[in-house]
């Protein structure tokens, strides 16, 4: 799994990189997720709970993904069957987001719901705006030198996080502006469908393959 021309400190440097950013993104998604579900509630911001709820899986996928890398540390190589297994439990949780943010999108066309505004539900959209593209990236980083599809997995679903965080974000500042309150479900679907090829390619174990492609392109 890992670049053959890595030494063993290389490697036991960049996997404890790797579980850094892991526990970091557990820690601050714990925390957006709490702030993000109180907001959406106080706001009836249905859009903004479901932000939350994206927080919760991207923690589930980072503890998966962190509890890998410590046993490698502690045991020195990686179990390739279980980190096969582990793999496809994130990739469910791309399937399992895809299906929410699709159920939420179908729900308030349907319902022609209007998004509203929150001032700390924006601060937060905001937040995560800017962290989570230096994280996905530091997560890129270190699973191309690895050559890891656990790490470029979680790096993968930070990076949806960040879409849903524009998305949401458009979705209330664009009804402000427009009153064209299907914007939001409409961003919705588009994330679903990259969120289905991100959980496809994660479960085929097609990842490193793929950035290393776009590399080779860049």
Known sequence: MTSTTLTETEIERLTRRGLRLAQFTVAYNVIEGVVAVTAG???????????????????????LVGLRLAARLRHG??????????????????????????????????????PQASPLSIILLVASIIIMP???????????????????????????CVLLSI??????GLFMLTGAAWLDPIAAFVIAIF????????????????????????
């Open 134 to 160: 230096i994280l996905a990236a530091a997560k890129r980083r270190v699973g191309l030198k690895l050559g890891d599809n656990l790490i470029l997995a979680d790096a993968a679903e930070t990076r949806i």
């Open 77 to 114: 190589e990686a179990d390739e069957a279980k980190e096969r297994r582990t793999l496809k439990l994130v990739a469910v949780t791309f399937f399992l987001l895809a299906a929410y943010v699709t159920f939420e999108g179908i729900r308030d066309l349907l319902a022609a719901e209007a």
């Open 41 to 63: 509630i106080l706001a009836g911001l249905v859009s903004v709970i479901g932000f939350g709820i994206d927080s919760g899986v991207e923690s589930i996928a980072a503890v």
């Open 195 to 218: 969120a289905i090829h991100e959980g496809r390619e994660a479960w085929e174990g097609e990842l490193v393959d793929d950035d290393d492609d776009d590399d080779e392109d860049n």
């Open 167 to 172: 998305s949401t974000l458009l979705g209330v």
